[in-house]
Structure formats: structure tokens, C-alpha cells
């Protein structure tokens, strides 16, 4: 009896023990397996990409030649092509014929070339002038011409603009200095040119505003101006003007030869940059995915 219980009582024990450690054998070479050949297929699956795509590192050079090259073509194209300010120069000189004649000064800088120093000694030397023979002479720097063909013009429009009747501009006199074409212009009423008398008008527009302003004595050119047609409104001699030297002026236009010229050799070097910049690393490209 004994041994019968004994053996039934350990034969549970036994059983449950042996079976469970022959399940457990026969999982866990089952779940390596298994992880191990998912692994291997992720390991494949990602080295058959990596294989499929093209590096981006292999690529980086021509990205940075190609958009190198195209900011050279940029820079050049703007060189070549500077951006007009035309419109900004068109602007500005009407500017100065709308917003009328100075209150509290003789100068309308618009070319801003006049320092203070000058715009001091030309408001003492012509308002003295104005209390004492009452003329009154206005000065106008603008930097560029758009709107009209030279000076003249320019000034005979500001001086009907400012002063549109005969009373108004009889005794007024105008003055224009443009800096970018070194040229200048004076007009006025028909009693202060009568004042200052032809010969003088002839010589400080031939002398002082254009052989100065070639040398950019801007400033310069203004002073001695006023002062030249002062003491000749006051009756004084005239003391004369600066010449030119041997040097001649020259033009600060280009001719129709040598604009063609430019622009054919900016068409060339435009067009070849492009073609370097697009053609060239795009047919590279297309090699290196061919020999895949």
C-alpha cells in the first residue's frame, strides 16, 4: 500500500515537471529561429535599399557646384544688367519742381553734394543781395536728367513752375547744377537777366558749373557762381572762371558699338554659365544612374 500511494503521489510531480521542460526545449530553439530570420530579413531588406538608393553624400558636390555656378551667373547677370534707376531720377526731379520754390533757404539739394558750409554762405551772400537790389537767385542740384534734354530746358520748366506769372519771376533767377552729366544752366526773369548781362550768364555756365563739377568741386562750383552773379548785379568787374585744361571732356555715355559689344559678350557667358550650371550635372547624373 505504501509504495502504490507513494507512486501515485509522485507520478504528478513527475509528469507535469518532465512535460514542461520538454516544452519548453522545443520553444526556445523555435523563437530563435525565428527572431534570428527576421533579423536577417530586415538586415537584407535594408542592405537591398541602401543598395537601391543612390547616396546623398556621393551627390553633395555636384548640388554645390551646380548652385555655385548659378549664383555666378546671377552675379553677373546683374553686373551686366545693373537694375535702372531711372524711375527713382524721373521721381526726384519732379519732386523738385512740385514742391516749389525754398521758404527759409536759396538751395534745393537734391543731389545732395552741398555741404553745410555752403548752403550757410550761399543763404548769407543771397539773402544780403535780396535786401539790398531785391533779386532773388535760387540754386537746384539733381543728380540725373530724365525728363528733359539738358539743363536749360529743365531750368526754364522749374522757373515757370515756381514763378508762372512775369511779376512773380522778374527779378528771380535759377540755377542748375546736374552732377551726373557735369553740365549746368541759369535762367531767369527779364530783369535779372538784363542785371547780370549775357556775357556773364555765358561765362558761368561755360566756366564755373562744368569745369568744376568734372573735378566734383561741387560745392565749389556753386559758391563761385553766386558770387560771380552777384558782383555782377552789384556792378562790380567780373573776375572770371576757372578753364578747362588740355584734357577734354569726355562722354560719360556709352556709343551703339559698345553697348553691342557688351552685350554679346554678356549673351556668351550668361549662356555658357547656365549650361554648366543645369546641362553639365544633370547628363553626371544620368551617367552614375545608368551604371546601376
Same mark, same amino acid.
Given at each position: 500500500?505504501e509504495? /502504490?500511494?507513494s507512486?501515485?503521489?509522485?507520478?504528478? #510531480?513527475?509528469?507535469?515537471?518532465?512535460?514542461?521542460?520538454?516544452?519548453t526545449v522545443?520553444?526556445r530553439?523555435?523563437?530563435?529561429?525565428?527572431?534570428k530570420s527576421?533579423?536577417?530579413?530586415?538586415?537584407?531588406?535594408?542592405?537591398?535599399?541602401?543598395e537601391?538608393?543612390?547616396s546623398?553624400?556621393?551627390?553633395?558636390w $555636384? $548640388?554645390?557646384a551646380?548652385?555655385? #555656378?548659378?549664383?555666378?551667373?546671377?552675379? #553677373?547677370?546683374?553686373n551686366f544688367?545693373?537694375? @535702372? @534707376?531711372d524711375n527713382?531720377?524721373?521721381?526726384? &526731379?519732379f519732386?523738385?519742381?512740385?514742391?516749389?520754390?525754398?521758404q !527759409?533757404?536759396?538751395?534745393?539739394?537734391?543731389?545732395?553734394?552741398?555741404?553745410?558750409?555752403?548752403?550757410?554762405? #550761399?543763404?548769407?551772400?543771397l539773402?544780403? %543781395? !535780396?535786401?539790398?537790389?531785391n533779386?532773388h537767385?535760387n540754386?537746384?542740384?539733381?543728380? *540725373?536728367?530724365t525728363?528733359? +534734354?539738358d539743363?536749360?530746358?529743365?531750368?526754364?520748366?522749374?522757373? &515757370?513752375?515756381?514763378?508762372?506769372?512775369?511779376e512773380?519771376g522778374?527779378? *528771380?533767377? /535759377?540755377?542748375?547744377?546736374?552732377?551726373?552729366?557735369? !553740365?549746368?544752366?541759369?535762367?531767369?526773369?527779364?530783369?535779372f537777366?538784363?542785371?547780370?548781362?549775357d556775357s556773364? $550768364?555765358?561765362a558761368?555756365?561755360?566756366?564755373n %558749373?562744368p569745369?568744376? +563739377? =568734372?573735378?566734383?568741386?561741387?560745392?565749389?562750383?556753386?559758391? =563761385?557762381?553766386?558770387k560771380?552773379?552777384?558782383?555782377?548785379?552789384?556792378?562790380?568787374?567780373?573776375?572770371?572762371?576757372?578753364?578747362?585744361?588740355?584734357n577734354?571732356?569726355?562722354?560719360?555715355? *556709352?556709343?551703339?558699338e559698345?553697348?553691342e559689344?557688351?552685350r554679346?559678350q554678356f /549673351?556668351?557667358?550668361?549662356g555658357?554659365?547656365?549650361?554648366?550650371?543645369?546641362?553639365?550635372?544633370?547628363?553626371?547624373?544620368?551617367?552614375?544612374?545608368?551604371k546601376?
Amino acid at each position: 500500500m505504501e509504495t /502504490i500511494l507513494s507512486s501515485r503521489s509522485l507520478s504528478p #510531480l513527475v509528469g507535469p515537471r518532465s512535460t514542461c521542460s520538454q516544452k519548453t526545449v522545443q520553444f526556445r530553439p523555435s523563437s530563435l529561429v525565428f527572431s534570428k530570420s527576421i533579423t536577417c530579413s530586415s538586415i537584407r531588406k535594408q542592405g537591398f535599399e541602401s543598395e537601391s538608393r543612390p547616396s546623398p553624400g556621393r551627390n553633395t558636390w $555636384l $548640388l554645390k557646384a551646380q548652385r555655385g #555656378l548659378a549664383a555666378i551667373a546671377v552675379a #553677373l547677370a546683374l553686373n551686366f544688367c545693373p537694375v @535702372s @534707376s531711372d524711375n527713382a531720377g524721373l521721381a526726384s &526731379e519732379f519732386d523738385v519742381i512740385n514742391d516749389g520754390p525754398p521758404q !527759409e533757404s536759396y538751395v534745393v539739394d537734391d543731389a545732395g553734394v552741398l555741404s553745410r558750409v555752403t548752403r550757410s554762405d #550761399l543763404k548769407r551772400l543771397l539773402s544780403d %543781395l !535780396e535786401s539790398r537790389k531785391n533779386f532773388h537767385i535760387n540754386f537746384v542740384t539733381v543728380r *540725373k536728367l530724365t525728363s528733359k +534734354a539738358d539743363a536749360f530746358e529743365y531750368a526754364d520748366q522749374v522757373l &515757370e513752375k515756381w514763378y508762372p506769372t512775369l511779376e512773380d519771376g522778374n527779378n *528771380k533767377g /535759377i540755377v542748375v547744377l546736374v552732377t551726373s552729366q557735369k !553740365e549746368g544752366a541759369i535762367t531767369g526773369g527779364p530783369a535779372f537777366v538784363q542785371a547780370v548781362g549775357d556775357s556773364i $550768364l555765358d561765362a558761368t555756365v561755360s566756366e564755373n %558749373l562744368p569745369v568744376l +563739377a =568734372t573735378e566734383e568741386k561741387y560745392n565749389e562750383a556753386v559758391y =563761385t557762381t553766386a558770387k560771380r552773379l552777384v558782383a555782377a548785379i552789384d556792378g562790380l568787374p567780373d573776375t572770371g572762371g576757372p578753364k578747362f585744361l588740355d584734357n577734354k571732356r569726355e562722354s560719360n555715355f *556709352k556709343t551703339r558699338e559698345e553697348t553691342e559689344e557688351k552685350r554679346g559678350q554678356f /549673351i556668351l557667358v550668361v549662356g555658357g554659365l547656365l549650361v554648366i550650371a543645369f546641362v553639365v550635372p544633370m547628363a553626371q547624373y544620368y551617367a552614375y544612374v545608368s551604371k546601376k
